[in-house]
């Protein structure tokens, strides 16, 4: 499983995210389809918080563990190779993240484990509305990664679930290039939507606002 310049985005705006909340006891974090680990480590290196990251694939839950395993906050973190949905983990989360297996009614991988993580042959969006409806608590929220194209069909599931969107960034590669990538954050309370453009490449150098979110994650900008 390759760690993806979006990924990487993805976590560091989660992470500016959550800073914003000032709480005095750790946040409670779900990341469903761990991968790599990669949400989890980012998210844990830089916010006071717990972790359970589930992970479907053996080989993928067993990377994210050793992954894990070589961080200094690596106690902050417990990976489970569970199928989420009918993982009974029996707590409601401050905060559920999400890089889920955006790839439904696409072409598939001769390889079957990567089919598994990265197709939504096991978890499809409206399996992930429902895990986030019944996981979240009333004041939690949610943020999630997807595919520009899939972002109505995400926004409308989790409106019939009372699910709000409140914040969203649309991601371009550069300004030339049309929106590929989409951040979106629910809660159970409807909010003035806030929304931003980030450019990831700006006359081939990395944006302003990429450098700003991932400085902390990347050793060479």
Not at 148 to 167: D, F, G, S, T
Request: net charge neutral.
């Amino acid at each position: 499983m390759k760690v993806c310049t979006d990924a990487c985005l993805f976590g560091a705006w989660v992470v500016e995210l959550l800073q914003q909340k000032k709480n005095s006891n750790p946040l409670s974090i779900l990341d469903i389809g761990t991968g790599t680990g990669l949400l989890s480590l980012m998210t844990a290196q830089e916010v006071n918080c717990t972790i359970d990251a589930i992970e479907i694939e053996a080989s993928a839950a067993k990377q994210a563990s050793e992954n894990i395993s070589n961080a200094f906050f690596s106690s902050n973190i417990k990976v489970y190779e569970a199928d989420i949905k009918i993982w009974d983990s029996k707590i409601a989360y401050d905060c559920i993240i999400s890089n889920p297996p955006f790839y439904e009614n696409d072409l598939t991988s001769p390889n079957e484990k990567k089919n598994l993580a990265l197709h939504s042959a096991t978890l499809n969006l409206s399996d992930l509305a429902t895990i986030i409806d019944q996981k979240l608590k009333q004041d939690g929220i949610s943020a999630i990664l997807l595919p520009y194209h899939r972002k109505e069909e995400m926004i409308q599931l989790a409106l019939n679930r009372k699910l709000y969107l409140n914040v969203n960034a649309n991601i371009k590669q550069s300004s030339k290039h049309t929106y590929f990538r989409t951040f979106l954050v629910f809660s159970r309370y409807k909010q003035t939507l806030l929304t931003e453009e980030i450019i990831i490449q700006d006359n081939k150098d990395y944006s302003d606002r990429f450098i700003d979110l991932l400085k902390k994650f990347y050793m060479t900008l």
